[in-house]
């Protein structure tokens, strides 16, 4: 079974619409982290926030903020009056605290931000 | 700039050519992995390196060998690739000790095998 799951392959916005990227994860762990990730087309993993399984608490960070629900195994996130260079592939990731090393990736969404 | 660095950028290399991918971080990292990653895809984890020592080995084939020759490099040796091996392969690095620590990658290295 997939351990993460981003069910959104493709999303087009147009410059300044607020976008949701989703993100349902699975483990039967009680300690676990949470990751996002942006690739942009250059190739790069540019880490962007972690949380771990204690800590529901939702952040903000400038135009970026992530909603992290327990109840729904989900760790979705959100870009504020979305841009071009928002454009890349997205990605969520999960650790489990007895193989911290080993990170499960979801499949990516890729957003489109037009201007 | 990226704190985790790869070279080449690029390789172009025949199926029994012999050539090595390198990484390099400067952050006091004691972890270090390589990704393969192909068009479209998730990076898929093949090995881990903890405190030099192989960790985790994703049943990657022998025509691939990591070696770590201290904390600070990865190499990773490649010898009669096939053209299925053609993808970005991705070096990152985290600490080993903070478990919560996210991974920090570098910009890869497109090989094609030809």
């Known amino acids: 079974a997939q351990k993460v799951t981003q069910a959104q392959t493709e999303i087009s916005v147009v410059e300044k619409e607020d976008v949701t990227l989703d993100c349902v994860y699975e483990?039967?762990?009680?300690?676990?982290?949470l990751f996002w990730y942006k690739q942009p087309p250059s190739g790069e993993l540019v880490f962007l926030i972690r949380?771990?399984?204690?800590?529901?608490q939702n952040e903000i960070s400038g135009r970026y903020s992530w909603n992290f629900q327990k109840s729904t195994s989900s760790f979705n996130f959100t870009i504020t009056a979305s841009q071009v260079v928002d454009s890349a592939v997205y990605f969520c990731?999960?650790?489990?605290?007895?193989?911290?090393?080993?990170?499960?990736f979801g499949s990516g969404t890729k957003l489109n931000v037009k201007p | 700039d990226t704190e985790v660095t790869q070279t080449p950028k690029h390789l172009v290399m025949g199926m029994t050519n012999k050539k090595s991918l390198k990484c390099e971080q400067h952050?006091?990292?004691?972890?270090m992995y390589w990704y393969k990653q192909k068009a479209k895809k998730p990076p898929e984890l093949m090995f881990v390196?903890?405190?030099?020592?192989?960790?985790i080995n994703e049943s990657v084939p022998s025509r691939f060998s990591p070696e770590c020759p201290n904390s600070s490099l990865l190499n990773l040796h490649l010898h009669a690739l096939q053209p299925e091996d053609s993808a970005l392969y991705l070096c990152?690095?985290?600490?080993?000790?903070?478990?919560?620590?996210?991974?920090?990658f570098g910009d890869g290295t497109r090989l094609s095998i030809l």
């Open positions: 990152a690095s985290s600490q080993d000790r903070d478990r919560e620590q996210p991974q920090h």
């Open positions: 483990t039967r762990d009680t300690t676990y982290y």
């Open positions: 949380r771990n399984s204690f800590d529901e």
């Open positions: 990731a999960l650790s489990e605290a007895r193989n911290f090393n080993k990170f499960y």
């Open positions: 952050m006091g990292h004691r972890a």
């Open positions: 390196y903890s405190y030099e020592k192989l960790s």
